[in-house]
């Protein structure tokens, strides 16, 4: 047992009764550490060294809870590639409680792998090594990119094997998220006509994240319209850095605007809007340009939810779901052009002049069609576009040698209006640079070396790849030697035939 006493506040299994079904994870028989986060764990106030031991290993794959813990599988429906799951739920998750943490923010604590619950329909509840690696690594990556998301607190090896389209290695992921309510929660209960319980979770819901609307007479309502907004800056935020969620399902979109769920996400190598990289998105509804209208429509099926807590009238209850719907294109276009602003060096203040706005959003995009015109990695393009700050004509060899040479007159065409627009601003070269560089990150999650990575851990037991791998994605923006392999794009004929799973 491990010596030390959680503090767990269980909010969600005192406050919502009826809303989840109490249940235990399933033992394993032989729990080892694969991945324990230091970091994350000292911020939750949980002792770190002791949760690297034995007794750390047993409670961290679900073979014995700390005192306090009460597992319970959450109830929750979503639409899956379009087609509406009355219920989905937990069916191999359990939340064990909630913690506050060093900053008095409410942690969600959860499993993920630790066997059946009422939820499982036909699965077994189990979880493979190799994507709980991968979800731990990514949610990390993430982090360190200053995205919003659901971390990984370990990942334990069960010693069981787990039956897939091959015998893997079995694991339990422990997920920290600042909760897990989804917009698939609230469609459980509403699919149900229980209205009485939507307002109970929404209320819930905004005592934890909007708190300052407790007791608001348009709570529900100024609720809905903050979720959109997490939502737009989320969304923008994936794509300022090519990230492909892949399976934006409205059980995988969170109320919190964290990023949750890392099964078959991917990051884009050359731009490419319709780059789809999911082995089950056939028709690239998850494509990366498509998450935007994915978020708007998901934000939709969130607001036919709490249509009766709008407003009584259910015209006009509709009528004030569509100003929070109509007004989410603008929202997430203000939110991809303040980050496109900073990785362009030039200083924020999306909203203050229109024409100045479109002119910014139209010198981003351009940049971006140029990019794609050329076959130019998504991220590299951004980041050596800080040479050209520092260095005259085409931003020497690191950024002119992205292009083909076909590409150099449309280039130096897009450089000089760039340029005119920066004189436009105050500020040096050198610090531009430097803060262009902390916009666009030089090491991403690139898909071969993260499958490298996984594979060397779940196929021969190595988890050096994946620690050195870790270690460089902490470390986004800086260009420290030792982590160059891990900044160069996969060959191209390696991102033509790579397919993700949703590790299920
Ligand atoms: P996901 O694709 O991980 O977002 O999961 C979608 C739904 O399938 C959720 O209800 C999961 O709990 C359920 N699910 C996924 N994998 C399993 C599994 N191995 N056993 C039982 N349920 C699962
Ligand atoms: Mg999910």
């Known amino acids: 047992m491990l010596d030390f006493d959680f503090p767990f506040d269980n909010s969600y299994a005192r406050e919502l009764p009826g809303c989840y079904v109490a249940w235990q994870p399933a033992p394993v028989s032989s729990p080892r550490l694969l991945f324990v986060n230091d970091a994350l764990a000292i911020e939750l106030g949980l002792p770190a060294p002791a949760l690297a031991g034995e007794a750390g290993a047993r409670w961290l794959s679900g073979c014995e809870l700390p005192a306090g813990a009460e597992p319970i599988a959450q109830a929750y429906a979503g639409h899956q590639f379009g087609g509406f ?46 994507p709980m690696l991968r979800e731990a690594l990514i949610g990390e990556a993430m982090h360190a990119l200053g995205i919003p998301t659901t971390r990984a607190l370990a990942v334990a090896a069960t010693g069981e094997v787990v039956l897939r389209e091959a015998k893997l290695p079995g694991a339990v992921l422990t997920r920290v998220a600042s909760s897990h309510l989804r917009v698939g929660t609230f469609q459980y209960f509403a699919a149900r006509g229980e209205t009485e319980r939507v307002r109970q979770l929404a209320d819930y ?173 998504h991220t590299l393009g951004w980041r050596q576009l800080a040479h050209a700050v520092e260095e005259e004509g085409a931003g020497g060899a690191s950024l002119a040698g992205l292009f083909p040479p076909a590409g150099a007159p449309a280039l130096g065409e897009w450089l000089e209006r760039w340029r005119r627009r920066l004189a436009g601003e105050a500020g040096d070269a ?30 021969r037991g190595d988890l050096q790849p994946f620690e050195q791998l870790l270690e460089a994605l902490r470390h986004p923006f800086d260009e420290h030697p030792l982590h160059a392999r891990y900044a160069e794009p996969a060959p191209a004929a390696a991102t033509a035939c790579y397919r993700t799973f949703c590790g299920t």
Not at 433 to 451: F, G
């Open 205 to 377: 819901a905004i005592a934890r994240h909007d708190a300052a609307l407790v007791g608001d007479p348009d709570r529900f309502h100024a609720f809905f319209a903050a979720v959109a907004r997490r939502q737009a800056t989320l969304v923008a935020s994936w794509m300022h850095v090519g990230f492909i969620h892949g399976v934006m399902n409205t059980d995988n979109m969170t109320i919190s605007g964290e990023t949750i769920d890392y099964g078959p996400c991917a990051f884009m190598e050359a731009c490419n809007p319709a780059a789809v990289f999911s082995s089950i998105d056939h028709q690239g509804r998850y494509a990366f340009g498509n998450q935007p209208v994915i978020a708007r429509w998901n934000l939709a099926r969130l607001a036919e939810t709490l249509l009766p807590l709008f407003h009584e009238d259910p015209e006009r209850a509709v009528a004030r779901a569509m100003e929070v719907i109509d007004a989410f294109p603008a929202w997430f276009a203000q939110a991809l052009l303040a980050g496109h602003r900073r990785k362009l060096g030039l200083r924020p203040g999306a909203g203050l002049d229109a024409q100045r706005d479109e002119a910014d959003a139209a010198l981003a995009d351009d940049w971006l069609a140029l990019l794609q015109a050329h076959g130019v990695d």
């Open 85 to 130: 799951s009355p219920q989905l739920g937990d069916g191999r998750a359990l939340l064990i409680g909630e913690l506050i943490d060093q900053h008095g923010r409410r942690r969600d604590l959860a499993f993920k792998g630790s066997g059946r619950t009422p939820f499982s329909r036909g699965g077994d509840g189990k979880a493979a090594v190799g």
């Open 430 to 459: 050198a610090a531009r640079a430097a803060a262009m560089r902390r916009a666009s990150p030089w090491i991403i999650p690139r898909n071969h070396r993260v499958e490298e990575a996984l594979s060397a851990a779940s196929d």
